[in-house]
């Protein structure tokens, strides 16, 4: 088992930045991929941003440019730098861990983000 906790959000005017955190603990293992989900009520869950235990990451296009996901292994954290951000970034955030090697996938408590114009 893995827990995550994440810690960050809140309100911000556009154009302002946000960083979250995700601090994982449990059965940690050297093959996993750790990211940040967003979700907007009456929408699915869509992928923001994901980073494998190598440093390797991945943005949805809508974030390129803006955010930065980045972690610290040694901590087993996982940071999501938001910059420039938008209204239309407003959202649930949630952190999720995967290990790949096993298959399974774990997620952290939502966050709320609200960029206001």
């Known amino acids: 088992q893995v827990q995550l906790v994440v810690s960050g959000g809140g309100l911000v005017q556009a154009g302002g930045s946000l960083r979250l955190s995700c601090a994982a603990s449990?059965?940690?293992?050297?093959?996993?991929?750790m990211g940040w989900y967003r979700q907007v009520p009456g929408n699915q869950r869509e992928l923001v941003a994901n980073i494998f235990s190598s440093g390797s990451a991945n943005y949805a296009d809508s974030v390129k440019g803006r955010f930065t996901i980045s972690r610290d292994n040694a901590k087993s954290t996982v940071y999501l730098q938001m910059d420039s951000l938008k209204p239309e970034d407003t959202a649930e955030y949630y952190c999720a861990y995967t290990d790949y090697l096993r298959g399974a996938s774990y997620w952290g408590q939502g966050t709320q983000v609200t960029v206001s114009s």
């Open positions: 449990g059965s940690i293992s050297s093959t996993n991929i």
